[in-house]
C-alpha cells in the first residue's frame, strides 16, 4: 500500500490557495501541526542566531514570514474545528490545543527574540520604514511586553505557573457550567404548564426529555445567557418562574459544580498577574492594549449608557405593569420571570408586528443574492459568481468568487448556513486564506450560521434575527475580503477587539434600508413586497424594550469591569453581595432587570476569550451609530460612499491605529449622541 503525500505539507495548487478538502483527511491534520511548529521553531532559531545587528528585516519581517505551513494548517483545521467537528475532528483538537498554546507563548515569551525586537523598536526613530512597518515593530513589541517577554526568570516561572494554573480552572468553570446546565435544565411532567409554546417547541422538549430517558414527559434546557426564549411565550406563570430560577441558579448552588469559589481564584490570579506585568488591575492590564486605553474610560462610558437605561427600563417596567393590571383576569406585581411574556403581548397590542409571520418574506437565496450581495455591489460594485468546482469542506458550505467593479478577482467567500451537529453554535466570520502582499496570498474568508434546515424541496424562510445575522457576518467577511495590508498580523479582521464588531455591525444598517429592502423581501410565493405599513411598524418599534435590552447587557459589562478591577491580595469572599455592590454602585441593581450574565455563568470571562472585554460591544456600537449617520447624511448606497469606507476603514485591517482610521474617514473622532437616539436613551 502506497500512502498519499499529506495535503496540508504544500500549497494546495488550486485558485485562491483554497484548501483542498476533497484530499485532506484528519490525520492529514496533526502531522501537519507538528512539522509546522518544527519549521517555525527553526525559522525562529536562524532569526535568533543571526550574527547581525537586529534590523526590521532580519527580525521583524522575518518572524512575519516565519510560521506559514503552521498558518495554512491552522486555518485549514479551526475552519473545520468550528464548522464541522465530527468525533474524530475533537479527538485532535484536544491533542493540538494545549501544543498550540505551548507553542505560541514560546515565542511571545523567547527572551533571546524579544531583545532583538526591542533593538528594533529602539532604533525605530531614526529608520527608513513605511508607516505600516513602523506599527509592526510597535505592535510585535508591545504584545511581548505585555506577554511578559521582558520579565526576569523567576518572574517568568511564576506567570508560566500562573498561566497554567488560570488555563486549568477555566477548563473547570466551563466542565462544572455544563454540568450543572444539563442538571438544572427544567423538566415539566403536564403540557398544560407548556401552554404558549409552539407545537415544534413542545415536541422539541418531548424529545429532549426522551433522550433523557424522562418518556412521556418534557425538557426545556438552558442556554448560556440569564433569559430563555420560552419566556417570551409561556403562559404559565409558575413555570416561568422556575425556568429563571433555574437559570439564575447556575453555578452557586453549593453542589461538587459550584463555580464560586473557582472564579474568585481566577480574579485574584489575573491580579496578581497582572501586578507582575506592571498593570494595577488586569482590566487596566487587557484595556491598555484596545482602542478604549484604560479602565476608566470603559467605566465613563458605562456609567453614561447607564443612568438613562436604567430610566428608561423603569419605564417599561411601568408600562408593563399597567398592561398586566389591564389585561389578566387577576393582576400581579410584574416579576422577572414575567418581563419577556408581558413584552411580546405588549408589543402585538401596541404595534401589531407579530415576528414570527414575517418569515415567508425571507427567503434565503433571495435574502442573499438580492439583499446582502446586492448591498455590497452598490457600495463596493462586487459581483459574485458561485464556484460549485471548488472543494469545500461540507457539502453545505458554498464557495463564491468575488470580483471587483472592473472584473478583478478579489478572493472568494463561503457561506455555510445551516445548523448541524458537528457545528458549534451561533455565527461567525472566519479566514480560510488571510491576505497578505508579504506572503502573496488572496483572502478566502467563510461565514458560519445554525439556520435550521427545511426538508428537501422546501424554500430555507429566515426570521428577521437570521437576516440581521446574514448581514452581520458579511460585514465581517467584507473585512477580510477588502484587506490591503502586506503583513499577515494586519490582516482584516486582526484589530483590537473593542473594534472588530464595528464594520460588521455597520452593515446591519443595509437590512431595512428601502431599496435593499424591496429587492430582497419578496413573498417566496408570490413574489409580493413586504407589505409598506408593515415595514413602518417595523421601523417604529426599533426602540422597543431597549431600556431593559440596554440594562440587562450594561448590567454584565459592569460586573465584568468590577471582578477584573481587583487590586493584587484583594479578594472576592460573598460573590453575591460583591455583585450586588457592583450593580447598585452603576444604578443596574433592579430586580425585575436582572445581569444577562451572573458571575458563576459568565462564560465569555472565565472560560472564553472577553475576560474585562465584554464591554466591546457597546464600545464598538458608537463607531457604527455614528457611522451610519455619516452614511445617511451622505446620501446613503452610493459607490462613492461604500468606496470611502472600504479604503479608509476595511482595507487597513489592523496596519493603522483604528481611531486614527476613523477619524481619517469620518473627518473628526466618533460621537455619541447616534448611539444614544437609536437606543431610545436621549429622550
Ligand atoms: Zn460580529
Same mark, same amino acid.
Request: no cysteine.
Given at each position: 500500500?502506497?500512502?498519499?503525500?499529506?495535503?496540508?505539507?504544500?500549497?494546495?495548487?488550486?485558485?485562491?490557495?483554497?484548501?483542498?478538502?476533497?484530499?485532506?483527511?484528519?490525520?492529514?491534520?496533526?502531522?501537519?501541526?507538528?512539522?509546522?511548529?518544527?519549521?517555525?521553531?527553526?525559522?525562529?532559531?536562524?532569526?535568533?542566531?543571526?550574527?547581525?545587528?537586529?534590523?526590521?528585516?532580519?527580525?521583524?519581517?522575518?518572524?512575519?514570514?516565519?510560521?506559514?505551513?503552521?498558518?495554512?494548517?491552522?486555518?485549514?483545521?479551526?475552519?473545520?474545528?468550528?464548522?464541522?467537528?465530527?468525533?474524530?475532528?475533537?479527538?485532535?483538537?484536544?491533542?493540538?490545543?494545549?501544543?498550540?498554546?505551548?507553542?505560541?507563548?514560546?515565542?511571545?515569551?523567547?527572551?533571546?527574540?524579544?531583545?532583538?525586537?526591542?533593538?528594533?523598536?529602539?532604533?525605530?526613530?531614526?529608520?527608513?520604514?513605511?508607516?505600516?512597518?513602523?506599527?509592526?515593530?510597535?505592535?510585535?513589541?508591545?504584545?511581548?511586553?505585555?506577554?511578559?517577554?521582558?520579565?526576569?526568570?523567576?518572574?517568568?516561572?511564576?506567570?508560566?505557573?500562573?498561566?497554567?494554573?488560570?488555563?486549568?480552572?477555566?477548563?473547570?468553570?466551563?466542565?462544572?457550567?455544563?454540568?450543572?446546565?444539563?442538571?438544572?435544565?427544567?423538566?415539566?411532567?403536564?403540557?398544560?404548564?407548556?401552554?404558549?409554546?409552539?407545537?415544534?417547541?413542545?415536541?422539541?422538549?418531548?424529545?429532549?426529555?426522551?433522550?433523557?430517558?424522562?418518556?412521556?414527559?418534557?425538557?426545556?434546557?438552558?442556554?448560556?445567557?440569564?433569559?430563555?426564549?420560552?419566556?417570551?411565550?409561556?403562559?404559565?406563570?409558575?413555570?416561568?418562574?422556575?425556568?429563571?430560577?433555574?437559570?439564575?441558579?447556575?453555578?452557586?448552588?453549593?453542589?461538587?459544580?459550584?463555580?464560586?469559589?473557582?472564579?474568585?481564584?481566577?480574579?485574584?490570579?489575573?491580579?496578581?498577574?497582572?501586578?507582575?506585568?506592571?498593570?494595577?488591575?488586569?482590566?487596566?492590564?487587557?484595556?491598555?492594549?484596545?482602542?478604549?486605553?484604560?479602565?476608566?474610560?470603559?467605566?465613563?462610558?458605562?456609567?453614561?449608557?447607564?443612568?438613562?437605561?436604567?430610566?428608561?427600563?423603569?419605564?417599561?417596567?411601568?408600562?408593563?405593569?399597567?398592561?398586566?393590571?389591564?389585561?389578566?383576569?387577576?393582576?400581579?406585581?410584574?416579576?422577572?420571570?414575567?418581563?419577556?411574556?408581558?413584552?411580546?403581548?405588549?408589543?402585538? =397590542?401596541? %404595534?401589531?408586528?407579530?415576528?414570527?409571520?414575517?418569515? #415567508?418574506? !425571507?427567503?434565503?437565496?433571495? &435574502?442573499? *443574492? +438580492?439583499? /446582502?450581495?446586492?448591498?455590497?455591489?452598490?457600495?463596493?460594485?462586487?459581483?459574485?459568481?458561485?464556484?460549485?468546482?471548488?472543494?469545500?469542506?461540507?457539502?453545505?458550505?458554498?464557495?463564491?468568487?468575488?470580483?471587483?467593479?472592473?472584473?478583478?478577482?478579489?478572493?472568494?467567500?463561503?457561506?455555510?448556513?445551516?445548523?448541524?451537529?458537528?457545528?458549534?453554535?451561533?455565527?461567525?466570520?472566519?479566514?480560510?486564506?488571510?491576505?497578505?502582499?508579504?506572503?502573496?496570498?488572496?483572502?478566502?474568508?467563510?461565514?458560519?450560521?445554525?439556520?435550521?434546515?427545511?426538508?428537501?424541496?422546501?424554500?430555507?424562510?429566515?426570521?428577521?434575527?437570521?437576516?440581521?445575522?446574514?448581514?452581520?457576518?458579511?460585514?465581517? =467577511?467584507? %473585512?477580510?475580503?477588502?484587506?490591503?495590508?502586506?503583513? #499577515?498580523? !494586519?490582516?482584516?479582521?486582526? &484589530?483590537? *477587539? +473593542?473594534? /472588530?464588531?464595528?464594520?460588521?455591525?455597520?452593515?446591519?444598517?443595509?437590512?431595512?434600508?428601502?431599496?435593499?429592502?424591496?429587492?430582497?423581501?419578496?413573498?417566496?410565493?408570490?413574489?409580493?413586497?413586504?407589505?409598506?405599513?408593515?415595514?413602518?411598524?417595523?421601523?417604529?418599534?426599533?426602540?422597543?424594550?431597549?431600556?431593559?435590552?440596554?440594562?440587562?447587557?450594561?448590567?454584565?459589562?459592569?460586573?465584568?469591569?468590577?471582578?477584573?478591577?481587583?487590586?493584587?491580595?484583594?479578594?472576592?469572599?460573598?460573590?453575591?453581595?460583591?455583585?450586588?455592590?457592583?450593580?447598585?454602585?452603576?444604578?443596574?441593581?433592579?430586580?425585575?432587570?436582572?445581569?444577562?450574565?451572573?458571575?458563576?455563568?459568565?462564560?465569555?470571562?472565565?472560560?472564553?476569550?472577553?475576560?474585562?472585554?465584554?464591554?466591546?460591544?457597546?464600545?464598538?456600537?458608537?463607531?457604527?451609530? +455614528?457611522? /451610519?449617520?455619516?452614511?445617511?447624511?451622505?446620501?446613503?448606497?452610493?459607490?462613492?460612499?461604500?468606496?470611502?469606507?472600504?479604503?479608509?476603514?476595511?482595507?487597513?485591517?489592523?496596519?493603522?491605529?483604528?481611531?486614527?482610521?476613523?477619524?481619517?474617514?469620518?473627518?473628526?473622532?466618533?460621537?455619541?449622541?447616534?448611539?444614544?437616539?437609536?437606543?431610545?436613551?436621549?429622550?
Amino acid at each position: 500500500m502506497t500512502l498519499a503525500p499529506n495535503p496540508l505539507l504544500s500549497p494546495s495548487g488550486l485558485p485562491y490557495a483554497v484548501p483542498d478538502y476533497a484530499a485532506i483527511r484528519p490525520e492529514h491534520y496533526v502531522p501537519a501541526f507538528h512539522a509546522g511548529f518544527e519549521e517555525q521553531r527553526a525559522e525562529i532559531r536562524a532569526i535568533t542566531d543571526n550574527p547581525s545587528t537586529p534590523t526590521f528585516a532580519n527580525t521583524v519581517e522575518a518572524l512575519e514570514r516565519s510560521g506559514e505551513l503552521l498558518d495554512r494548517a491552522a486555518h485549514a483545521f479551526y475552519t473545520v474545528s468550528s464548522a464541522d467537528a465530527t468525533a474524530q475532528i475533537q479527538e485532535v483538537d484536544e491533542q493540538l490545543a494545549p501544543l498550540m498554546a505551548a507553542h505560541q507563548d514560546a515565542i511571545l515569551l523567547d527572551g533571546a527574540l524579544y531583545a532583538r525586537v526591542a533593538h528594533v523598536h529602539a532604533q525605530l526613530e531614526d529608520a527608513d520604514l513605511s508607516p505600516e512597518q513602523r506599527r509592526l515593530v510597535e505592535r510585535r513589541h508591545r504584545e511581548m511586553t505585555l506577554a511578559g517577554a521582558a520579565l526576569d526568570d523567576e518572574a517568568k516561572a511564576r506567570l508560566t505557573a500562573l498561566n497554567q494554573r488560570l488555563s486549568t480552572l477555566s477548563t473547570v468553570f466551563e466542565k462544572n457550567l455544563l454540568a450543572d446546565t444539563n442538571d438544572l435544565a427544567v423538566i415539566v411532567d403536564d403540557p398544560a404548564q407548556l401552554d404558549g409554546l409552539s407545537a415544534g417547541e413542545l415536541s422539541a422538549a418531548a424529545r429532549a426529555a426522551s433522550e433523557r430517558g424522562l418518556e412521556g414527559r418534557y425538557l426545556l434546557t438552558l442556554p448560556l445567557f440569564t433569559g430563555h426564549p420560552a419566556l417570551a411565550s409561556l403562559r404559565d406563570r409558575d413555570t416561568r418562574r422556575r425556568v429563571l430560577q433555574a437559570s439564575r441558579a447556575r453555578g452557586a448552588r453549593g453542589n461538587a459544580h459550584d463555580n464560586r469559589a473557582v472564579l474568585a481564584e481566577i480574579a485574584a490570579l489575573r491580579a496578581e498577574r497582572a501586578a507582575l506585568l506592571g498593570a494595577q488591575t488586569h482590566a487596566a492590564a487587557v484595556t491598555a492594549d484596545e482602542t478604549a486605553g484604560s479602565p476608566e474610560r470603559v467605566e465613563a462610558l458605562l456609567r453614561e449608557l447607564a443612568a438613562p437605561a436604567a430610566r428608561n427600563a423603569a419605564a417599561e417596567r411601568d408600562a408593563r405593569q399597567r398592561f398586566v393590571d389591564a389585561t389578566e383576569p387577576i393582576p400581579y406585581t410584574l416579576e422577572a420571570h414575567d418581563w419577556a411574556y408581558v413584552t411580546e403581548r405588549l408589543r402585538t =397590542a401596541e %404595534h401589531d408586528i407579530d415576528t414570527a409571520a414575517l418569515r #415567508p418574506w !425571507f427567503e434565503a437565496e433571495r &435574502v442573499l *443574492r +438580492d439583499g /446582502v450581495f446586492a448591498a455590497a455591489g452598490r457600495l463596493y460594485g462586487l459581483t459574485f459568481a458561485e464556484r460549485p468546482d471548488l472543494p469545500s469542506y461540507h457539502p453545505d458550505a458554498r464557495t463564491f468568487e468575488v470580483f471587483e467593479e472592473d472584473g478583478t478577482p478579489l478572493g472568494l467567500y463561503v457561506l455555510d448556513l445551516y445548523t448541524r451537529d458537528s457545528k458549534r453554535g451561533g455565527a461567525w466570520m472566519n479566514p480560510i486564506v488571510s491576505q497578505s502582499a508579504l506572503r502573496g496570498t488572496r483572502p478566502v474568508v467563510a461565514n458560519n450560521l445554525n439556520v435550521a434546515k427545511p426538508a428537501d424541496g422546501e424554500p430555507t424562510l429566515l426570521t428577521l434575527d437570521e437576516v440581521t445575522t446574514l448581514f452581520h457576518e458579511f460585514g465581517h =467577511a467584507l %473585512h477580510g475580503l477588502f484587506s490591503d495590508v502586506t503583513y #499577515p498580523h !494586519f490582516s482584516g479582521t486582526n &484589530v483590537f *477587539r +473593542d473594534f /472588530v464588531e464595528f464594520p460588521s455591525q455597520v452593515n446591519e444598517m443595509w437590512i431595512l434600508w428601502p431599496e435593499i429592502l424591496g429587492s430582497y423581501a419578496r413573498h417566496h410565493e408570490t413574489g409580493e413586497p413586504l407589505p409598506d405599513d408593515l415595514v413602518e411598524r417595523l421601523r417604529a418599534t426599533e426602540t422597543f424594550d431597549q431600556g431593559f435590552a440596554t440594562s440587562e447587557y450594561l448590567a454584565a459589562a459592569w460586573l465584568d469591569q468590577a471582578l477584573h478591577g481587583l487590586r493584587p491580595g484583594e479578594t472576592i469572599d460573598d460573590v453575591a453581595a460583591f455583585e450586588a455592590r457592583a450593580l447598585a454602585d452603576i444604578g443596574l441593581d433592579s430586580s425585575v432587570v436582572p445581569t444577562r450574565y451572573s458571575s458563576a455563568y459568565f462564560a465569555h470571562v472565565f472560560s472564553g476569550g472577553y475576560s474585562a472585554g465584554y464591554y466591546s460591544y457597546i464600545w464598538s456600537e458608537v463607531l457604527d451609530a +455614528d457611522t /451610519v449617520e455619516w452614511f445617511r447624511e451622505n446620501g446613503g448606497l452610493t459607490r462613492e460612499n461604500g468606496e470611502r469606507f472600504r479604503r479608509r476603514l476595511l482595507a487597513v485591517g489592523g496596519a493603522k491605529d483604528p481611531l486614527e482610521a476613523y477619524r481619517d474617514f469620518r473627518g473628526r473622532d466618533a460621537d455619541i449622541a447616534p448611539l444614544l437616539t437609536r437606543r431610545g436613551l436621549d429622550a
